[in-house]
T-cell receptor, first 114, second 114 residues
Framework: AQSVTQLGSHVSVSEGALVLLRCNYS??????LFWYVQYPNQGLQLLLK??????LVKGINGFEAEFKKSETSFHLTKPSAHMSDAAEYFC????????????FGTGTRLQVTL | NAGVTQTPKFQVLKTGQSMTLQCAQD?????MSWYRQDPGMGLRLIHY???????DQGEVPNGYNVSRSTTEDFPLRLLSAAPSQTSVYFC?????????????FGSGTQLSVL
């Protein structure tokens, strides 16, 4: 069984401020972890993913996430928010087998203010 | 390159009506799937297919049917629509069942059942 908890359904930051979106996971097997972004009226796009190897993963648009096994976390960060980052962000977890399913969190809506 | 195309973008149905949501991809992807997105619940997997002629159930399959006669197309059928099926539906595809988590999403179909 696997699950994802995203802390905070809405996060608001000022333009230029640090973005931190929290994700904790539960998995009975070593997880694959993902962040997807959904811009208004669009489908989701893969932002970054962790499978194995380096625990700090860099994605598109300046985002990165760090896999911390001891904390069962995969928080998403960006040093300086831009207005174009306003979107909904979904954390997701999967097992490593080909039969495993992708389980999404409930999403965090990021608002960026001037 | 069109990617994943979903039609229609919006649909209103009466309870008991049937309809088919269309999904087509032009990337020769092996893996295709349908999700529904509901407020506060993230995305939930309805059905998926790992190749032409092969389909399987996801987390919430009841009330939905699928078929995969070609690699390109993966329609979702609602046989007798219910208000509980009011949702935003996303079709997604991936290169292979191994890379299934790296999903490419369509722009969604917003369905209302009255």
């Amino acid at each position: 069984a696997q699950s994802v908890t995203q802390l905070g359904s809405h996060v608001s930051v000022s333009e230029g401020a640090l973005v931190l979106l929290r994700c904790n996971y539960s998995s009975s097997v070593p997880p694959y972890l993902f962040w997807y972004v959904q811009y208004p009226n669009q489908g989701l796009q893969l932002l970054l993913k962790y499978t194995t190897g380096a625990t700090l993963v860099k994605g598109i648009n300046g985002f990165e996430a760090e896999f911390k096994k001891s904390e069962t976390s995969f928080h998403l960060t960006k040093p300086s928010a831009h207005m174009s980052d306003a979107a909904e962000y979904f954390c997701a977890v999967s097992g490593t087998g080909t039969a495993s399913k992708l389980t999404f969190g409930t999403g965090t809506r990021l608002q960026v203010t001037l | 390159n069109a990617g994943v195309t979903q039609t229609p973008k919006f649909q209103v149905l009466k309870t008991g009506q049937s309809m088919t949501l269309q999904c087509a991809q032009d990337m020769n992807h092996e893996y295709m799937s349908w999700y529904r997105q509901d407020p506060g619940m993230g995305l939930r997997l309805i059905h998926y297919s790992v190749g032409a002629g092969i389909t399987d159930q996801g987390e919430v399959p009841n009330g939905y049917n699928v078929s995969r006669s070609t690699t390109e197309d993966f329609p979702l059928r609602l046989l007798s629509a219910a208000p509980s099926q009011t949702s935003v539906y996303f079709c997604a595809s991936s290169y292979s069942r191994v890379e299934k988590e790296k999903l490419f999403f369509g722009s969604g179909t917003q369905l209302s059942v009255l």
